[in-house]
Each structure stands twice: as C-alpha cells, then as structure tokens.
C-alpha cells in the first residue's frame, strides 16, 4: 500500500507521496511514486501512483517513452490539464486491458494516480485517475485528493484545510496528514517526496525528499503530538454523567 495527496489552492498545489511498497511482509522496498514531466516556462505535470507497482511503473514508462513524439499518448502535447489526465487514464486502461487476466490469479492489477499541475495559460489543476481510467477533478470545494491509504489521513485535513491556506501551511497539513498515516498503518513508509509547486511560476525547485531522520520532518512530528496533548488536558472533562 502506499499513501499519496495533493492539494490544489489558488496560491499553487502541494503534492507528496510516500516511498514504501510491499509485496507480502517479507518483502518491503523503497520505490520513488512521484514522477515530473516538465518543459520550462510552459508546464509543470506531477504523476503520483499508487497500487500495483508493475502496473503503475508500465504506464509511466510509456509515458516517457511517448514525450515529446507529438502523438495522442505525449504529455507535452497536450493542450489543457483535463488532457493529460486522459491520457495517463487511456494508458492505465490498456495496460491493465493487457496485463490484467495473466496478473489477477496472483494479485490485484490495478493501479491509481493523482495527477497535478499547470500549462500555461491554465490555472494549477487537480484529478484523480481511477482504475477503470476515468477521473475526477478537485476543486476549491474540495481541495484535496488521496490515493492509497487514505483514512487515516484524511480527517486533519477535513478540519484544517481551507482553500485560502497559504502553501507553507497546506504543506505542514499534508505532512501531518502522512504522520498520521505513518503512525498506524506499517504499509506505509519514508522517505516522503514532496513539492509546493506556486501558481505561475512553472519551477518545481520547491521539492524535496524527507528522510526518516529529517531535523525539520521530526520537529514538525513532535510539536504536533506535544500540543495536541497539550490541548487534550487543557480541554474540561466529561461531566458526571451518573448523577
């Protein structure tokens, strides 16, 4: 399993993937599930994946392969963000089309991405990809997208995050967002990729990989847990509910 979000405001997005994948209890390896298709100046395209590895890793190698060839399948062709979510979501439904009946008596074959970005001329825009490769766009409504492990996640930001956030503080909701992830499902692990993308600036030099041992990642942690117990005894108790 593997946890994945993104965030989609009018000051830019923030997108994060986990790094641990597993293949039954004796098998977990660190895969990188964040992949950037960038021309400067022009567009900034965030592919995150989650579920079958095999599947998801087919269909952005495809994706390479095809950039910059001008056909249907290339990326960078595309003339809107809507596009290129079609597209990644015709390719995962012909690889699962192909790979699908020889992988399903061994496992699920299917896959999910998030896809996030900007082309000129465009606002930054959100979508999820299903399996079956069709998709749905976020919106101001509705800021944020998850794939993967989603539960464990989801209620801080339910609370938290409001499309008038500044980046610097969606970027510390999602990081508590994965920490909450961490802490109850094993399946999920550092390092953590992560990028705060600002609207109209076509620059992805705001990411970065946090490591397990990352000063800023651990302080973020635990200031968080100390004041959230903090405020739990600050909060009055229940009432005698017996008299």
Known sequence: MTYCLGIVLPA???????????AGVD???????????TQPGSRVIAILSAGNLATTQSVTSQLREAQNSGGDDDVFAARSMYEVARIVGDKLRAVIARDGPSVTPYGDPTGSFLV????AGETPRLFQIYSAGNFIEAS?????LQIGE????????????????????AAKLALL????????NLSCGPPIDIMRYETDSFSTSNMTMLK????YWNSLRNGY???????????????????
Do not use: H
């Open 12 to 22: 830019g997005l923030v997108l994060a993937s986990d790094s641990r994948s597993n």
């Open 27 to 37: 098998q977990v390896n660190r895969v990188r599930k964040f992949e950037l298709f």
């Open 116 to 119: 996030g970005g900007q082309l």
């Open 140 to 144: 101001l409504r509705s800021c944020f």
């Open 150 to 169: 989603t539960k464990y996640g989801k209620p801080i930001l339910d609370r938290a995050l409001t499309p008038d956030c500044p980046l610097d503080q």
């Open 177 to 184: 967002s994965f920490d909450a992830t961490l802490r109850s």
């Open 212 to 215: 397990e041992d990352d000063p």
């Open 225 to 243: 847990g100390e004041g959230l117990s903090g405020l739990v005894k600050m909060l009055p108790p229940p009432p005698d509910w017996s008299a």
